[in-house]
Structure formats: C-alpha cells, structure tokens
C-alpha cells in the first residue's frame, strides 16, 4: 500500500539557516512526488514535483528537493530560511492515472529570528 | 485563469440547517475534488468527480451530499451536520487525463473554513 512519512511533526530553524525537511515513501512504481505548504487557515499551494527525470527539482520560493529512490525518500531543502516560511509543509505521492493523491502527515515549520 | 475559487471563506451553521459550499475553476479541468481536513492534519479526500460524474465517494456520511452541475462548478451540499464536521474544506481540480501513464497533479483552492454549533 501506498503510504508517505514525515518522520518531524515540528521544526524549529534560525532565519537564515539551512532547512531539510524529511519524507519517505512507500510505493511500488515509480511515484509522483510532491511538496505543498499550508500557512494557517489557507489552501494547499504547490512547492515542487517530482515526476521522472532530474532527481534534483527546483521549485517556487527557492526550495529544491532530491528523489533518492535508493532510499525511498524526497527530502525538501532550502538553503536560506525566512520568516515568512513559517508554515505547515506537506509531502505527497500519486498514483499515475489516478486520481488519489497521499499525503504525510506534515511537518510544521517554526522560524525563529 | 490559474486557480481555483471557493466561497464562502467561512461558514457557520446549526446542526439543522442546509448550507452549500461552492467550488469554481476556468482551467479546463475535467476532474474536480472535495477534501475535509481537520487541524493540524492532512487533507482526507471526500469525493472526486469525473467529467461531472461522481467518481470516488471515500464512505462519507450521507450528510454531505457533492454535486457538479457543469465541468467548472463543484457543490457540496450539507444537512444536519455534526459538530465535528467543522473543519476546513479544500476544493481542488486537475485536468483528467484518461490515460494511465499520467498523474492527475491538484490545484486547490484556499479552502471553506466551516463552524457546526
């Protein structure tokens, strides 16, 4: 069964520092991998996709995440962080021709000055 | 047009009253979601439309009835609901593409913030 890890419910970072937020995947095909990020009350906007190709994806917002299949993993990175970061990040898989898409449980990202 | 619209922002209502959320996008889309989501938790799918047909129902209570009048509107209807219903709800919508080699990537909107007293 398909199935999406966050293993850190919350981070807290310093602005200006590196961030790595963690997910791992169950899936048995190549999977569809997203990040989304939530701030408070709002929707679900798109960070980043992985379908195939580059496992290094830039994405909006200056994040990048890596698709290491060895590992099963698609961690998000951000080399600078900003206050304006502060929010609730979501990893997800889909299924292809699906429509159903599973999401981890997120991870809640602090930014302290 | 790039997004997905949803109204109204908020919503409160009493467990006895019929109130309707509405979902709208100009995308073209052909597939069109509705998500419940509590705090501090994922979005849990409730129901995926299909070229307006109901395609997935995940067992919601018959309380929550969807309906998708053309490709570009999505309702869902909602009757004598439970306080524990309150929860944000997302809309989202993706082109269908029937064939199975593609995924059907969302836009959500910004979501229905609904209160049962």
């Known amino acids: 069964a398909q199935s999406v890890t966050q293993p850190d419910i919350h981070i807290t970072v310093s602005e200006g520092a590196s961030l790595e937020l963690r997910c791992n995947y169950s899936?048995?095909?190549?999977?569809?991998l997203f990040w989304y990020v939530q701030s408070p009350g709002q929707g679900l906007q798109l960070l980043l996709k992985y379908f195939s190709g580059d496992t290094l994806v830039q994405g909006i917002k200056g994040f990048e995440a890596e698709f290491k299949r060895s590992q099963s993993s698609f961690n998000l990175r951000k080399p600078s962080v900003h206050w304006s970061d502060a929010a609730e990040y979501f990893c997800a898989v889909g299924a292809a021709g699906g429509f159903k898409t599973i999401f981890g449980a997120g991870t809640r990202l602090f930014v302290k000055a | 047009d790039t997004e997905v619209t949803q109204t109204p922002k908020h919503l409160v209502m009493g467990m006895t009253n019929k109130k309707s959320l509405k979902c709208e996008q100009h995308?073209?889309?052909?597939?069109m979601y509705w998500y419940k989501q509590k705090a501090k938790k994922p979005p849990e799918l409730m129901f995926v439309y299909s070229y307006e047909k109901l395609s997935i129902n995940e067992s919601v209570p018959s309380r929550f009835s969807p309906e998708c009048p053309n490709s570009s509107l999505l309702n869902l209807h909602l009757h004598a609901l439970q306080p524990e219903d309150s929860a944000l709800y997302l809309c989202?919508?993706?082109?269908?593409?029937?064939?199975?080699?593609?995924?059907?990537?969302?836009?959500f909107g910004p979501g229905t913030r609904l209160t049962v007293l």
């Open positions: 995308m073209g889309h052909r597939a």
């Open positions: 899936y048995g095909a190549t999977p569809y």
């Open positions: 989202a919508s993706s082109q269908n593409t029937l064939a199975g080699s593609s995924y059907n990537e969302q836009f």
